[in-house]
C-alpha cells in the first residue's frame, strides 16, 4: 500500500503541473484524493482532519489575493511602480534596488503570488515606456519573481505555505511576525546583494525619467484605490486583534475583501450618488460620467480569484496525507530529528535545506504539509523543534526558486513572460535559480537560527 500512496501522489502532482487539456489544479487533485480514497490509502475520517488543517489557509489566501486584484483594476500596483522609478532619479541601480524593494513589500503585504503575477506586468510596462534593452528588461523582471518569493517570509499571509503552517502548529500572527519579520529582513537583503550582483551588467545606468506617466494617470477607480488604503489599515489592525479574539485569519481577510468588493460594486448605491454626477459636454453632447467613478467590473474579478485552489488544498493534501498513514513521512522525521539533536543551527540549516530541495523537486504546497508532518514526528522539543518549524517555512517559501515546477506561482509567472515576449527555457531559469537561490538560503536560515537563540 506504501507504493500505492507514493505512485498516487506522483500521478496527481504530474497532472497538477502539466495540467493535459487545460486541466485545473483542482480538479487533478481532487481526483487524486478519490483514487486515494477508492484504494484505501486514505479513510473517510481522513477528510475532516484535512479540510480542518488548511480550510483557514486557503481561505485567506483566496481573499488575500481577491484583495490585490482589485487593487490592481484600480490602478494601485501602478501608480506605486511609476511613484519608485520617479523614485529613482534617473539612475539605472537605484530603480533596481527600488523595483527589489517594492516587490517584496508587496509580497510581504499581499502574498508571493501578487507581487509576482501583478507587478511583472508592471514593471515590464515601465521597460518598454523608458526604452531598457530586452535584456536589461528581463534582468528587472527576474528579479520582481525571485524577490516574490523571498519577500514573502514576514507575515503569516506574505504566503499559503506560511498560513499552513502557522495553522498546523498553533502559531499566532504576532508570534510569527516576532520570529520572521527580522529574517525576513535579511532574506530580502541578501536577496539584493545577489541579484545586483549577478545582473551587475544588464542594469542600464541611467533612464530618461520625462519618459514616465504621472503617477495619477494610473488610477482608474479613485474610490477602489482611496478604500484600499483604508482596507489595508483594518486588516493590520484585524491581524493582530483576530488570535485573543479567537478570530480565524480567513475572516479578517475575507472582510476586507467583501469591503472592497463593495466599493468596487458601489453597493451600497446611496453612498456613491456624488459619483453619478454628470459632466455635461461643451455643444449638446451627450453627459460623461466622472472618470474617477469609473466602476472595475468585480463579477470578472471574482472569477478570476484562485478559486481552484481551495479544490486543490483539499484534494493535494489528502493525497500527501496517505504518504502520512503508511509511513513515508516516518522517515523524514527521523532525518529531521537526527538534526534536532545537533541544535538549533543544525535543526534550522538541515531541515530548511531539505525541504527546499523537496519543494523544488514536488512543489512547496505539498511539500510544507509533508514536512509538517515529519517534524511533528521528529520527537524534537524547545528550540530544536522551532527552528524545524520556521525553516520548513523557509525552505518551502525559497526552495521553488531553484527549479521552474517548485510553485504554482513561478509556473504562470514564466507564462506571463512568454506573453510578454520574454521567453526563460527551464534550463535558463534552473541556472539562475540555483545560483540566486542557495546563497540567500543559506543566510536566511542561518539569520533564523541566531535570531531564535536571542529570542530564547
Known amino acids: 500500500m506504501t507504493v500505492v500512496a507514493g505512485a498516487i501522489f506522483v500521478l496527481t502532482l504530474a497532472l497538477v503541473i502539466l495540467r493535459p487539456g487545460g486541466l485545473g489544479i483542482g480538479w487533478s487533485a481532487l481526483g487524486g484524493a478519490a483514487v486515494a480514497l477508492l484504494t484505501g490509502v486514505v479513510g473517510v475520517s481522513d477528510v475532516s482532519t484535512v479540510v480542518g488543517l488548511v480550510w483557514n489557509a486557503t481561505l485567506a489566501f483566496v481573499a488575500i489575493v481577491l484583495v490585490s486584484l482589485l487593487l490592481d483594476e484600480s490602478g494601485f500596483f501602478e501608480w506605486a511602480a511609476l511613484h ?6 534617473g539612475r539605472g541601480r537605484r530603480l533596481f534596488v527600488l523595483v527589489v524593494l517594492l516587490g517584496a513589500v508587496i509580497s510581504a503585504v499581499f502574498a508571493n503570488d501578487g507581487a509576482a503575477l501583478i507587478l511583472t506586468p508592471i514593471v515590464l510596462q515601465i521597460m518598454l515606456a523608458l526604452r531598457f534593452t530586452p535584456t536589461a528588461t528581463l534582468g528587472f523582471a527576474l528579479a520582481t519573481g525571485f524577490v516574490a518569493d523571498t519577500g514573502s517570509l514576514p507575515l503569516v499571509v506574505s504566503n499559503l505555505v506560511n498560513i499552513v503552517s502557522a495553522d498546523f502548529f498553533g502559531i499566532g500572527f504576532a508570534r510569527y511576525a516576532l520570529v520572521m ?33 504621472e503617477p495619477a494617470s494610473a488610477i482608474r477607480d479613485r474610490a477602489t484605490f482611496r478604500a484600499g488604503w483604508a482596507v489595508l489599515g483594518m486588516l493590520l489592525v484585524g491581524y493582530f486583534a483576530a488570535e485573543p479574539l479567537g478570530v480565524p485569519l480567513s475572516a479578517v481577510i ?19 450618488r456624488a459619483e453619478r454626477t454628470a459632466l455635461v459636454v461643451p455643444g449638446g453632447g451627450p453627459a460623461m460620467p466622472d472618470s474617477g467613478g469609473r466602476r472595475i467590473a468585480v463579477g470578472k474579478v471574482v472569477r478570476e480569484a484562485p478559486w481552484q485552489i481551495v479544490l486543490f488544498s483539499i484534494g493535494m493534501y489528502l493525497v500527501v496525507y496517505g504518504l502520512r498513514n503508511f509511513g513515508l513521512t516516518r522517515e523524514l522525521g527521523t532525518l529531521f530529528g537526527h538534526f534536532g539533536e545537533h541544535g538549533a543551527v543544525a535543526a534550522a540549516v538541515g531541515t530548511g535545506v531539505v525541504v527546499a530541495v523537496l519543494a523544488s523537486i514536488m512543489n ?21 523543534h522551532e527552528a524545524m518549524v520556521y525553516a520548513n517555512v523557509i525552505g518551502s517559501d525559497l526552495g521553488p526558486k531553484i527549479t521552474p515546477i517548485g510553485s504554482l506561482a513561478t509556473l504562470l509567472w514564466l507564462h506571463v513572460l512568454d506573453r510578454k515576449g520574454l521567453h526563460v527555457g527551464w534550463g535558463r ?10 546563497p540567500v538560503l543559506l543566510v536566511t536560515l542561518l539569520a533564523l537560527a541566531g535570531w531564535l537563540m536571542v529570542l530564547d
Open 84 to 89: 519608485v522609478a520617479r523614485w529613482g532619479g
Open 181 to 213: 519579520v527580522p529574517v525576513g529582513l535579511v532574506s530580502v537583503a541578501a536577496s539584493l546583494v545577489v541579484l545586483l550582483w549577478y545582473f551587475r551588467r544588464d542594469i542600464p545606468a541611467a533612464y530618461d525619467l520625462t519618459a514616465l506617466a
Open 254 to 272: 475575507g472582510a476586507g475583501a467583501v469591503v472592497l468588493l463593495a466599493v468596487a460594486a458601489r453597493w451600497p448605491g446611496f453612498l456613491f
Open 364 to 384: 512547496n504546497l505539498p511539500t510544507v504539509l509533508i514536512a509538517a508532518l515529519a517534524i511533528a514526528g521528529a520527537g524534537a522539543t524547545g528550540l530544536a
Open 429 to 438: 531559469y534552473f541556472r539562475t535559480g540555483i545560483v540566486l537561490t542557495v
